[in-house]
């Protein structure tokens, strides 16, 4: 069975998402991305409170293509300081991981 890691962004337009969704995938970089929102997040950003509406992008991907990936949304992300974060899951559907790792090779 294949690991797959699960690496989440939050961005400021549906649009931007979806952007970031595509290159990612049409890449190989992620099997695929899930776009959903608007969320509500309140964080402190440059001494102050702030509150804005995102959309998070949830990207599956194989363990040996996260970096490519994060790397890629580094460079293509609008935040001065974006969230990226990445989840390791050691388990789950076989079928699935098999299909992550098959659709993320080059």
């Not at 649009?15 to 995938?25: E, K, N, S, Y």
């Not at 992008?57 to 996260?66: C, I």
Request: proline content about 6%.
């Amino acid at each position: 069975m294949y690991q797959i890691c699960v690496v989440t962004t939050v961005v400021d337009a549906r649009g931007v998402a979806d952007v970031l969704a595509a290159a990612a995938v049409a890449g190989r970089l992620a099997a695929c991305a899930q776009v959903g929102g608007p969320v509500d997040s309140t964080y402190w950003w440059q001494s102050a409170i702030q509150t804005s509406a995102e959309w998070q992008v949830r990207f599956k991907t194989a363990p040996d293509r996260v970096d490519a990936l994060v790397d890629q949304l580094r460079a293509n992300h609008p935040y001065e300081v974006p969230e990226i974060l990445v989840s390791r899951e050691d388990s789950g559907n076989p079928g699935y991981t098999a299909w992550v790792h098959e659709q993320t090779r080059p």
